[in-house]
């Protein structure tokens, strides 16, 4: 499996790395074949083809995770049970995005909880959370809407 951080020549995604002052927009992960992701968009959570993504997406950041077939299948029923066609949380966005820039310009600090945030819904740093049933992974409470795609990359990559 890996995750992959992500960014796009789309204004949405150059917009998202204007205000957080990072290199990626987008976080999502690749089941061991490349060919099905698991991601979080406008859309909604879906899973998603990893070739066609490849072809609109510079992958910035990339971890492979060594795990069992058995920890891949557990991802898998995580996902299908509790994410998978669940809606974008485009308030929680928003709320992440404005503290982001009240962060990034005026040195104002992140509050503890994403005051806008709904917990049916999903921005793509959340579905990190999806990824509990790996052992090698460390626990980090992406659900909170409060992380940026880069923000998780560095949470982990102190692993």
């Not at 795990?67 to 966005?93: P, T």
Request: glycine letters at 6%; charged letters at 25%; hydrophobic letters at 40%.
């Amino acid at each position: 499996m890996r995750l992959i951080w992500t960014k796009s020549s789309t204004l949405l995604s150059k917009t998202i790395r204007f205000i957080t002052k990072e290199d990626c927009s987008h976080f999502s992960f690749v089941f061991a074949k490349d060919g099905i992701m698991f991601e979080s968009n406008l859309l909604g959570t879906h899973p998603s083809f990893y070739q066609e993504m490849l072809k609109t997406h510079t992958i910035v950041h990339e971890m492979t995770i060594d795990c069992s077939q058995e920890e891949e299948d557990a991802v898998w029923d995580n996902v299908i049970k509790n994410y998978a066609g669940k809606n974008y949380d485009f308030c929680g966005a928003i709320y992440l995005g404005l503290r982001k820039f009240l962060y990034t310009r005026f040195n104002i600090s992140m509050p503890l909880e994403n005051k806008w945030a709904k917990s049916d819904a999903f921005f793509c740093d959340e579905i990190y959370d999806a990824l509990k049933p790996i052992k090698s992974l460390p626990i980090i409470e992406a659900g909170r809407g409060l992380d940026s795609p880069h923000d998780i990359f560095m949470k982990i990559g102190r692993i």
